[in-house]
């Protein structure tokens, strides 16, 4: 992602500015000021979230400077082996799967495919449905049902890093006016003995924590959650298009016809075309062909 080049070009712009009107950089070094805005901050994040929220943030925050881990490649894979699974199911029956579902890792099927098979998450949401599809009872409006609901659970699940930060970003601004307030105290305390100078030193500092805690809500926090809420959009097209494909099986179209409807459903810049899946199912074909 973007990130650490907008932080850069964010603060470049903020200091240089600062500096042009005449400032000096010790004066935007009050570290107590630092102290009250990211300390708060940090007591609130723990106090508002679960142990199990602030360890699934801690993992993705890292995440939101990298690219999206599902990329077009990804997707193809995920496309061509789920045309591989509906193709064998249509031929040989339900049952010729149960082997490769049962222990992916151990399936050639599934082993031709290892950009795909690393996404224990991702792979559970497979097998699971295969295995309902080979019981041979689930409706296609059941089948419909379920997939909704637990897509709808993984996208609330994705979204809580995103949302944690940003509630986080909203509260920054407050901080630094917590900040300010307890900097405009130490300076109106010390009228009586300081000069208006230094009365006017101490403000100035004070007010540091006003821009901080403003520059860190909108120039560094809001677009990290951002990001997140954008990664965690992404992450849950290929489960949404798995349960595109699905449905389309079970309403009777081709394994062909199938993968087309989930590919479809894949963001544009990640979406294989449909010559490259056209391509991949070929090659899947020459695999498994004697």
Not at 15 to 36: A, C, H, N, R
Not at 134 to 158: C, K, M, R
Not at 178 to 187: D, F, L, M, S, T
Not at 264 to 284: A, F
Request: hydrophobic share 45%; charged share 20%; proline share 4%.
């Amino acid at each position: 992602m973007n990130i650490p080049l907008g932080w850069l070009i964010a603060l470049s712009a903020a200091i240089s500015g600062f500096l042009w009107l005449g400032g000096s950089w010790q004066q935007l070094w009050v570290p107590e000021e630092f102290l009250v805005i990211f300390g708060a901050a940090l007591g609130t994040l723990i106090a508002g979230n679960k142990w199990r929220h602030l360890r699934k943030t801690w993992r993705v925050f890292s995440r939101s400077f990298a690219t999206t881990s599902f990329n077009r490649e990804v997707n193809l894979q995920l496309l061509c082996l789920l045309f591989e699974l509906l193709q064998k199911a249509k031929r040989e029956g339900m049952k010729s799967i149960e082997a490769d579902i049962a222990k992916p890792a151990e399936s050639p099927l599934f082993n031709r495919y290892p950009r795909v098979l690393k996404y224990r998450r991702l792979m559970e949401f497979i097998t699971d449905y295969f295995v309902m599809m080979a019981d041979n009872t689930v409706t296609l409006s059941q089948l419909e049902g379920v997939l909704s609901q637990e897509i709808e659970t993984l996208y609330s699940e994705s979204r809580q890093p995103s949302e944690s930060i940003m509630n986080l970003s909203d509260s920054m601004p407050a901080f630094g006016i917590v900040a300010a307030i307890i900097g405009v105290i130490k300076a109106l305390s010390g009228v009586a003995t300081n000069s208006p100078g230094q009365i006017g030193a101490l403000i100035a500092a004070a007010l540091v924590g006003t821009l901080v805690g403003v520059f860190a809500a909108y120039a560094i926090l809001s677009p990290v959650a951002k990001s997140l809420e954008q990664i965690a959009d992404e992450e849950l097209k290929p489960f949404e298009a798995i349960k595109e494909i699905l449905l389309a099986y079970y309403s009777n179209f081709s394994p062909s016809v199938c993968v087309e409807y989930g590919r479809k459903v894949m963001y544009s810049d990640t979406r294989p075309s449909m010559q490259e899946l056209e391509d991949g199912i070929r090659n899947s074909v020459r695999q498994v062909s004697p």
